[in-house]
């Protein structure tokens, strides 16, 4: 079960309503209580980071009434400390640009909902959207969920995780770790950021690879390289996080027999999609669990479009998700103009 948070667009034109100022949480929750009556909607996008509210944008352009739902109000992109290949911003926090996409889609009238979303079903007219108070009748679906960090699967990772010693983010957790020695294990580019972010506190940040070379972007990777209190270990894998007397952790064992003190293991070794939605819906998933799309981000369901890191693409950007979310608003809006009698759908 999900619980989200939704932004519900509304336009003044086509019969929709005007937007309303942000009420407080007791009001939405008693208004929501009150309200369980069906609400018919061109698409209702899942998922609130660059995909998701890029997706909304094209949607309010489109004249399309739609409903955003999110998880967390701008995905996994909140937690990224520093961008600097986003096209127009050298160099900005994570929380900055999607602060950016939060402005922009405000100022075409968005509005904050609180909600939850339990299930997502196919009807004859198209798809229910269900909410613990609420049924959302949709002409289209927009998967834009995302992604979760992928664990490592090693002994003593779940004893020690929730403040224990063993972290997914860097950016939330860098801060409890000055001064002392940590591990980073994985070698892509969130990895070398999350050891960069580290560096800037921690007396020692060891870099545990399994393969012989950081496969980060050459600049990403250079800079870690670079970075005096970072030292990479190559060629091993973390076979076991030890605790020490008090639970919190005190070292990893490699599977070279070869034993390193620390204090904190920071794992970033992947991302799970989360497209148990979409398989729902009987959505194609490669074995990976992502969602295939073709070049227009359409699924094998007809009306249910995807994009963003949930999908298969090979790029998993803020980028290349905001492009994949252009793209399949604009086959959600093509699939409503053909399928609903007024057309009263916009170029935007």
């Known amino acids: 079960m999900l619980r989200l948070q939704w932004l519900h667009?509304?336009?003044?034109?086509?019969?929709?309503?005007?937007?309303?100022?942000?009420?407080?949480?007791?009001?939405?929750?008693?208004?929501?209580?009150?309200?369980?009556?069906?609400?018919t909607i061109d698409v209702a996008i899942i998922g609130g980071g660059p995909a998701g509210y890029t997706a909304a944008i094209y949607?309010?352009?489109?004249?399309?009434?739609?409903?955003?739902?999110?998880?967390?109000?701008?995905?996994?992109?909140?937690?990224?400390?520093?961008?600097?290949?986003?096209?127009?911003?050298?160099?900005?926090?994570?929380?900055?640009?999607?602060?950016a996409f939060k402005k922009h889609l405000e100022a075409l009238g968005g509005l904050v909902e609180a909600g939850e979303v339990v299930a997502i079903e196919k009807t004859r007219e198209g798809f229910t959207v269900k909410t613990r108070t609420k049924h959302f009748l949709a002409r289209s679906i927009?998967?834009?969920?995302?992604?979760?960090?992928?664990?490592?699967?090693?002994?003593?990772?779940?004893e020690h995780a929730d403040g224990n010693g063993v972290s997914y983010c860097a950016v939330c957790d860098a801060f409890f770790y000055k001064n002392k020695v940590v591990c980073v294990v994985g070698g892509a580019d969130s990895a070398a950021k999350e050891a960069l972010i580290l560096s800037r506190v921690a007396k020692k940040?060891?870099?545990?690879?399994?393969?012989?070379?950081?496969?980060?972007?050459?600049?990403?990777?250079?800079k870690v390289y670079s970075c005096n209190n970072i030292e990479v270990i190559h060629t091993v894998n973390v076979r076991e996080i030890v605790g020490?007397?008090?639970?919190?952790?005190?070292?990893?064992?490699?599977?070279?027999?070869?034993?390193?003190?620390?204090?904190?293991?920071?794992?970033?070794?992947?991302?799970?999609?989360?497209?148990?939605?979409?398989?729902?819906?009987?959505?194609?998933?490669?074995?990976?669990?992502?969602?295939?799309?073709?070049?227009?981000?359409?699924?094998?369901?007809?009306?249910?479009?995807?994009?963003?890191?949930?999908?298969?693409?090979?790029?998993?950007?803020a980028i290349t998700a905001a492009a994949d979310g252009a793209k399949a608003c604009t086959a959600a809006f093509q699939h409503v103009q053909a399928n609903r009698a007024d057309n009263a759908c916009h170029e935007p």
């Open 9 to 39: 667009v509304n336009h003044a034109m086509d019969g929709y309503k005007t937007p309303r100022a942000m009420t407080d949480a007791s009001t939405i929750d008693k208004r929501e209580r009150m309200n369980t009556s069906d609400e």
């Open 244 to 317: 020490g007397d008090d639970g919190m952790v005190c070292k990893v064992i490699l599977d070279t027999g070869q034993e390193i003190e620390t204090q904190g293991v920071f794992i970033d070794v992947g991302f799970i999609p989360k497209s148990s939605l979409a398989k729902d819906l009987g959505v194609k998933c490669n074995k990976e669990g992502e969602i295939i799309v073709d070049a227009e981000c359409k699924t094998n369901v007809e009306g249910v479009f995807a994009a963003g890191d949930v999908t298969n693409s090979t790029l998993k950007q």
């Open 142 to 158: 927009i998967v834009a969920t995302g992604s979760d960090r992928r664990h490592l699967g090693v002994k003593g990772e779940e």
């Open 59 to 99: 949607a309010t352009r489109y004249k399309l009434k739609h409903v955003m739902f999110a998880e967390d109000i701008g995905g996994l992109m909140m937690k990224a400390d520093i961008v600097e290949n986003y096209p127009g911003f050298p160099s900005l926090k994570g929380k900055e640009l999607m602060d």
């Open 205 to 222: 940040v060891y870099v545990i690879y399994r393969k012989g070379k950081l496969r980060a972007e050459p600049a990403m990777a250079e």
